[in-house]
């Protein structure tokens, strides 16, 4: 190209973008927002970045221009992407220069399902994970409990029996019971929460102040796990569960409004730090009450969303019914906040025996898991959906609770026919039957999945549900993929790391902490992986037009890797750390 043909070319393309910005704003920011773009700097006859990367690989997930060597960046927009010589016609005297040095960039990554709150507060309580056994867990809360005023919560989150390295002698059902626990905390009640978030051990403390005795009945949905003489164990799964922890909020609620607004603040403060170090740019939250979503929108008032949020809403029907309506929210702040999509769930997860099954379990035949929401709610809630414009992302992780939702998604869907495109979603899509797979292209349900789940249970899952079935139906990414089904990657943070790299490596590797394979046939290729956490996640929630590739026009969130993730050997893919992280044109993390 010659000299005049670059500069005529530039001038085309900056003519188009300023001219994008005058009419077509729309497209990437609303009209309150077009109004807060500062004035484009402007030399002679040029527009000029405010920041340009030079000299990468830069892997832009748009299928019009897949791989280009820089990009430039105006206000929160990206103004170019090319060549080395074409991008460097956009730097001016006060754009800021970052030579790559070849290094990788891709998309901000989006987490497609994971609980943004939820990973703040795990920061704050007793952290599990890394938990070895029971005796692990018990020295922590005697530990927390030494330093605690009497009848303060201890609350913690991360443990999972199936990951231990030992099992307690005294369990119920592969659980610990709460003896040991209650011994080592006698003056505060206890509440740790196993890594699902579908169950909890409580100590006598705790037991006592919710009122929970051995005439205490099973809520529907849920169990209380009993020792011998009918004595509860400390074991709560599901709705059993979901009231313990209704108890803690209500009960902590007491606290001075000041304090819980401050600890809230910081649990918002906590996870976008974690979000913008990992890579991730945009977080779909699965799940957030009214009260919640309050908090979000007045930070997001005071600019106090580094994060780009899209949030579900995880409310009661009737409190769906009243408030909806006001709560509907897109592109606030600059595109950080948006809610259009409800949360519903209808059964649990695999590690607790409570996701639903069309088949009883393997190790406990005597149950099919447990379903936590009823048909005519689910219905009710589905057409409430419909009427306020809202997405519908639910829960489901058994073949049977997913078969059940897919079934009262299609019979809702043939009650307003007129409605279409409405990429209502399944969270998880853990194990499906086989005849369900190619359901989700012919009703055009999105699976919303998180690859880390596979190789995190994987250990395991056989055990729960058998060889066949695992085999057949459990993760089949590649399976719904195949058959033209939008397939999305989450994390479910804080349950699993929000890493986005443990996340793809799994993806594309299935690979156990072990070292075996599990059901290799349904890995991803590397490309598959990248746009399941970048464009085909904006699709999931109609955002693909402002986010999930790097092109011209859409919003400036992009990574740079220390790796190249799409080529280097797969041993590798797990020690790529994020350089970068550039959220709206702006550096917000930086190695």
């Known amino acids: ?133 029971w005796d692990d867990v018990v020295a922590l809360v005697a530990a927390a409990a030494s330093e605690s005023k009497p009848r303060e919560w201890i609350l913690g989150r991360g443990w999972h029996q199936e990951k231990w390295e030992s099992i307690p002698a005294d369990t119920v059902e592969g659980y610990p019971t709460h003896q040991t626990l209650s011994n080592v905390s006698p003056h505060n009640p206890v509440l740790m929460t196993h890594a699902s978030g579908h169950a909890s051990i409580a100590n006598a403390v705790a037991m006592k102040l919710v009122g929970v005795t051995a005439s ?60 913008l170090s990992k890579g991730v740019t ?48 897109i592109r606030m702040a600059k595109a950080r906040l948006t809610v259009r999509a409800i949360k519903a769930h209808v059964d649990g997860a695999l590690g607790s025996r409570s996701a639903w099954l069309l088949e009883p379990y393997e190790d406990l035949p005597t149950s099919t898991g447990l379903s936590t929401m009823s048909a005519d709610s689910l219905k009710a809630v589905a057409r409430l959906a419909m009427e306020h414009g809202f997405q519908l992302c ?56 998180q690859p880390i789940h ?10 729960r549900i ?13 399976k719904l993929m195949n058959s033209g089904a939008v397939v999305s990657c989450g994390t479910d943070a804080p349950v699993e790391s929000v890493d986005p790299i443990a996340n793809f490596y799994a993806a594309v590797t299935r690979r156990l902490p072990n070292g075996e394979l599990f059901y290799p046939a ?24 402002e986010k999930g590739s790097i092109t011209r026009g859409k919003l400036a969130d992009v990574v740079v890797l220390s790796k190249d993730i799409l080529t280097v050997p797969q041993e590798e893919i797990l020690s790529t750390k994020v350089l970068y992280t550039i959220v709206g044109g702006e550096i917000v993390y930086q190695r």
Not at 299 to 323: C, F, H, I, K, T
Not at 454 to 463: E, K, L, M
Request: with cysteine; net charge negative; glycine share 6%.
């Open 1 to 133: 190209m010659t000299k005049m043909s670059v500069r005529s070319a530039w001038l085309a393309s900056s003519l188009g973008f300023l001219m994008s910005l005058a009419f077509s704003s729309h497209a990437v920011c609303s009209e309150e927002d077009a109004q807060e773009v500062p004035p484009i700097y402007e030399t002679e006859e040029k527009v000029a970045a405010h920041l340009v990367l030079l000299n990468g690989k830069v892997v832009t997930v748009d299928e019009s221009q897949p791989e280009a060597e820089a990009v430039a960046i105006l206000h929160d927009q990206i103004l170019a992407v090319g060549s080395d010589s074409l991008v460097s016609l956009y730097v001016g005297p006060e754009t800021r220069v970052i030579d790559l040095e070849g290094k990788l960039v891709v998309p901000g990554f989006i987490d497609a399902h994971a609980h943004f709150l939820s990973l703040g507060y795990s920061r704050m309580r007793l952290r599990l994970n890394e938990a070895k056994g």
């Open 282 to 329: 945009s977080f779909q939250d699965a799940g957030s009450t009214f009260e919640e979503i309050d908090l979000l929108k007045k930070l997001s008032d005071e600019d106090g969303l580094p994060v780009r949020l899209w949030v579900m809403v995880n409310e009661e029907v009737g409190a769906l019914a009243q408030r909806l309506s006001e709560y509907k929210i």
């Open 522 to 545: 349904q890995r991803m290729t590397r490309e598959e992986a990248l746009k399941a956490y970048t464009i085909d996640a904006a699709y999931a929630a109609f955002q693909e037009g």
């Open 216 to 275: 205490t009945p099973d809520p529907e949905g849920g169990r209380i796990l009993r020792l011998g003489d009918g004595s509860p164990a400390g074991v709560f799964i599901e709705t059993a569960d979901e009231e313990m922890d209704e108890f803690v909020r209500e009960d902590r609620a007491r606290r001075p409004p000041a304090e819980i607004e401050q600890e809230r603040r910081r649990a918002v403060s906590l996870a976008a730090q974690e979000c």
């Open 466 to 478: 058998g060889d066949r079935r695992a085999e057949e139906g459990a993760y089949v990414w590649k």
């Open 454 to 463: 596979c190789t995190s249970d994987g250990p395991w899952v056989p055990q």
């Open 394 to 449: 639910t829960h489901a992780i058994g073949d049977r609770a997913n078969r059940e939702v897919l079934d009262a998604y299609e019979n809702v869907f043939k009650e307003y026919p007129a409605e279409k495109d409405l990429r209502w979603r399944i969270e998880h899509a853990q194990h499906l039957h086989p005849s369900d797979v190619p359901r989700f292209r012919e009703l055009g349900v999105i699976a919303s999945m």
